[in-house]
């Protein structure tokens, strides 16, 4: 069983910076793709940025090209997100995704990851 545990989330105010992390945990797990996801509240979960084991392939989101950097240690099976010039529309709980097919068109979708995390909170204020 593959578990996902996101951290880093929390209170900043717009101009500020965060940085998630989240720690993959499973049996032969390799994470052929990792991906960053975000709901705010009263809207669907959307795609934030994507990225490919050994950091091959990285996709983001227009909302979030020149502020967000998506990274990933392999060694460690930990993904990250760190996040500049934050503003109060980014205001939103962040999830942390996984799967074993490998980056492509299809990777910005939900339905391209097996696993999930619980999500972290992360709040911009004006």
């Known amino acids: 069983q593959v578990q996902l545990v996101e951290s880093g989330g929390g209170l900043v105010q717009a101009g500020g910076s965060l940085r998630l992390s989240c720690a993959a945990s499973?049996?032969?797990?390799?994470?052929?793709?990792m991906a960053w996801f975000r709901q705010a509240p009263g809207k669907e979960r959307e795609f934030v940025a994507a990225i490919s084991y050994v950091s091959i392939n990285i996709y983001y989101a227009d909302s979030v090209k020149g502020r967000f950097t998506i990274s990933r240690e392999d060694a460690k099976t930990t993904l990250y997100l760190q996040m500049n010039s934050l503003n109060p529309e980014d205001t939103a709980v962040y999830y942390c995704a996984a799967g074993e097919r490998p980056v492509g068109r299809g990777a910005s979708n939900e339905g391209w990851y097996d696993y999930w995390g619980q999500g972290t909170q992360v709040t911009v204020s004006s």
């Open positions: 499973g049996r032969g797990f390799i994470g052929a793709a």
